[in-house]
């Protein structure tokens, strides 16, 4: 089990679960929009959801072509043949904290800066920001993460594929619960505080 669960097709079938989560929550929401009409279009955005699923998309396909190995071994080739295999920790090390800065300030920027009305989307949005930029610092492979990520096991699996495989499923549960959240009332900015929402307690299209 744990060869299966640490497989690169398998990986990329979870990222393609991920993906067809996010259409789904999509075409649900699309429909939602329809029946709500223009005025929902201000705490309602499908769009999110394909750009979403373009993202997990990417890297399941990343995982079945073996990009990320190819991309790690191409860097280990380039500093072979450059002859600085031996020194290149310290800029591996300055890559990851460069992503771990990104990181940070798209969370702050996101908690900051996502208006109430769309707050729904944020979670979903920062988890898939953090797998990426899991992925990319896997890629890296500074000695001391991968010591962690890929050397360290739970019950026979890496704990970078624990990680991952976790991610994922909380994506999809994310996109599920959040495609289904209840419909808000379509009120102008001056009808409520700060341009605040409220909930309607009803079937889809039983708003007035």
Not at 64 to 80: I, K, N, P, Y
Request: proline share 4%; aromatic share 6%.
């Amino acid at each position: 089990m744990a060869e299966i669960l640490d497989a690169d097709w398998f990986r990329a079938a979870a990222f393609s679960a991920a993906t067809l989560a996010a259409i789904t929550a999509w075409r649900r929401e699309s429909v939602r929009l329809d029946r709500i009409g223009p005025a929902g279009r201000r705490v309602m955005w499908p769009t999110f959801w394909l750009l979403l699923g373009a993202v997990y998309a990417s890297m399941a396909v990343a995982l079945a072509s073996d990009l990320a190995g190819r991309l790690g071994g191409l860097g280990r080739e380039v500093a072979r043949n450059d002859d600085w295999y031996d020194s290149r920790r310290p800029l591996q090390a300055a890559v990851v904290a460069a992503i771990g800065i990104v990181w940070l300030a798209v969370v702050v920027v996101g908690v900051w800066r996502v208006p109430e009305r769309r707050r729904a989307y944020l979670p979903s949005a920062l988890l898939c920001t953090t797998l990426a930029c899991f992925a990319i610092v896997r890629i890296v492979s500074l000695h001391q993460v991968d010591t962690v990520v890929a050397r360290t096991t739970i019950e026979g699996v890496p704990v970078g594929t624990v990680i991952e495989l976790a991610g994922l499923a909380i994506a999809v549960v994310l996109a599920t619960v959040s495609a289904r959240r209840p419909i808000v009332d379509l009120a102008t900015d001056s009808e409520l505080p700060s341009g605040k929402v409220r909930k309607i307690r009803g079937p889809v299209g039983s708003e007035t």
